[in-house]
């Protein structure tokens, strides 16, 4: 049952999204490329020290810059020219390579500043990733993120069994597989035109299913689940340090290497499950409240068996690192307003890199017993800020369809019937101008003479809505058409439309000149003409 209707939510994603299994392979290659340094291929693992936490601190600093520009321009795109993506993934590369010591073995300067420049670019070719993804739905968003890290499982085993050498290269080679990979899937939605309908709501924008709802402590509310995060990755550091060191080009590399793909693998199938019956915005804590409780088994094993027998351990704390990994991915969909979403992404991956930095600097400066001090008040500090976040959002008020189930006899609710009878108008041969005055057959009987219970009319937004509707649908407008026809019947610019849209002027202009050709139009202002006259 639980199988069958996992492999129906893939399925629904991968109609609704063409490239959708190329999206997943990209970020899973991104992901594997992430982790490289855990490896045994690397003979110089980072050390906890002051100087290489200096990598992760760097990271944080590129995020915030980037979150700042995010918010002064809503439309900067770091992935939108090939040059960009690929030289970030060049970037990537190279400094993985010298990190390796496969070549040659570098200074430690050298071998420092690439530590400091992967950091930087795998910061960069993560949010290129966010970028592509988050015009969607947010839980087609987070199929392809399980789906991603069910791929990284496969990997992280099969580059198990391969030299050390060979792995090597190969993982200096999949930044660029991945950006490929993005720029793929980009070309793919960029010719697409959905089937109309899908995904769009009736201002004509996508219906991105925030997972935070506006209301009186949406700020705190998004605060809190962000809090979380640093204090997850300084626990996640903690047990990584007790296993890293045992790592022997072996027996125990392979055991290691084995246990991390099966917790990455079996994260995907979990998330897949989470998402498939527990998805909302009063859900969401749910994943949290999985990765305490998976940090606490974890915490307690890797301390009991101080460092033999890894593999009990790294399978559950790779499911939890790659559920928080994936709840910081989910970051632009705690904010209903498309234009903030890549700026909480940012600061999401940066209170993720900065737990990292933290660990590093507390590694190599506590003793074991403070250290193990500190995680277990990280974790309990942790599941105080989830409990106030739980305890908040049991007082906002919320609804997944944004008004349509509002309550019996509201207006918001009085205005979506109308509206839906008026989209049925014209499969049933009653116009819509009728069913919105009132004029239309009742849907219950009334006795003679009695008056005609008043509607409250409908707002201008309402109007222009649904007269783009009757446009679309009469005029065989594609879904994307019918996107750029309501952002038009607004006034918006082509610029104004690509921003909102997620995508370039040039692939905007294009589904104009078409929308235009099919209305037998030349010109926006005839456009707004027919749109006010129904």
């Not at 409780?293 to 790779?318: A, D, Q, R």
Request: proline share 5%.
């Amino acid at each position: 049952m639980a199988a069958s209707t996992v492999r129906g939510i893939v399925r629904k994603v991968g109609e609704d999204i063409p490239g959708t299994a190329i999206a997943a392979m990209g970020v899973a290659l991104a992901i594997y490329a992430f982790e490289a340094n855990r490896m045994a291929s690397f003979q110089n693992v980072p050390s906890p020290s002051v100087m290489n936490s200096v990598s992760q601190f760097a990271s944080v600093a590129v995020l915030v810059a980037l979150a700042l520009c995010y918010r002064a321009r809503p439309s900067l795109r770091i992935h939108r020219h090939p040059l960009a993506g690929f030289a970030i993934a060049g970037l990537l590369s190279g400094s993985l390579l010298l990190m390796s010591e496969i070549t040659f073995s570098p200074p430690s300067q050298i071998c420092l500043i690439a530590v400091v420049l992967s950091g930087m670019a795998k910061s960069l070719l993560s949010l290129c990733w966010v970028e592509a993804l988050i015009p969607f739905r947010g839980r087609q968003y987070a199929v392809i993120l399980a789906l991603a890290l069910a791929m990284t499982g496969g990997l992280n085993c099969f580059s198990a069994f391969i030299k050390q050498d060979a792995v090597m290269v190969l993982v200096a080679m999949i930044p660029l597989f991945s950006a490929a990979c993005l720029y793929w899937f980009k070309d793919k939605q960029d010719s697409f035109d959905a089937p109309m309908g899908g995904s769009l709501g009736s201002n004509g924008s996508r219906r991105r299913n925030a997972l935070k709802e506006p209301g009186p402590y949406s700020r705190g509310l998004v605060l809190i689940f962000l809090a979380p995060l640093p204090l997850y990755t300084f626990s996640f550091g903690f047990i990584h340090y007790a296993w890293v060191p045992f790592q022997d080009g072996g027996g125990t590399s392979l055991v290691i290497q084995m246990a991390a793909g099966l917790g990455t693998a079996l994260a995907g199938a979990f998330l897949l499950l989470l998402i498939s019956y527990f998805w909302g915005p009063k859900k969401l804590e749910l994943y949290n409240m999985f990765i305490l409780f998976l940090l606490g088994v974890t915490l307690y094993v890797s301390t009991m068996f101080s460092g033999m027998m890894p593999g009990l351990y790294i399978v559950p704390l790779n499911v939890a690192q790659k559920t928080a990994l994936f709840l910081v991915f989910l970051a632009p969909f705690l904010v209903p307003a498309q234009r903030s979403s890549l700026a909480v992404a940012a600061i999401a991956s940066a209170l993720y890199s900065f737990g990292r930095g933290v660990t590093i600097l507390a590694a190599g400066q506590l003793a074991q017993s403070a250290y193990s001090a500190a995680v277990l008040g990280a974790i309990l500090l942790a599941g105080a800020a989830l409990v106030t976040g739980m305890i908040l959002n049991g007082n906002v008020p919320h609804d997944e369809m944004a008004g349509l189930g509002a309550g019996t006899g509201s207006d918001d609710g009085t205005r979506a019937a109308r509206l839906s009878r008026a989209a049925i108008s014209g499969a049933i041969g009653t116009p819509a101008n009728q069913v919105l005055q009132g004029s239309a057959p009742a849907e219950t009987h009334r006795a003679p003479g009695e008056p005609a219970a008043e509607e409250p009319p409908l707002s201008e937004e309402e109007r222009v809505a649904l007269s783009c509707d009757t446009i679309a649908r009469s005029h065989g407008l594609t879904g994307r058409e019918r996107e750029i026809l309501q952002l038009l019947a607004r006034g918006m610019t082509a610029g104004a439309i690509a921003e909102e849209l997620t995508v370039s002027t040039s692939t905007v202009k294009t589904h104009m000149r078409n929308v235009y050709a099919k209305l037998d139009i030349h010109t926006q202002n005839e456009l707004l003409i027919m749109v006010h006259r129904g």
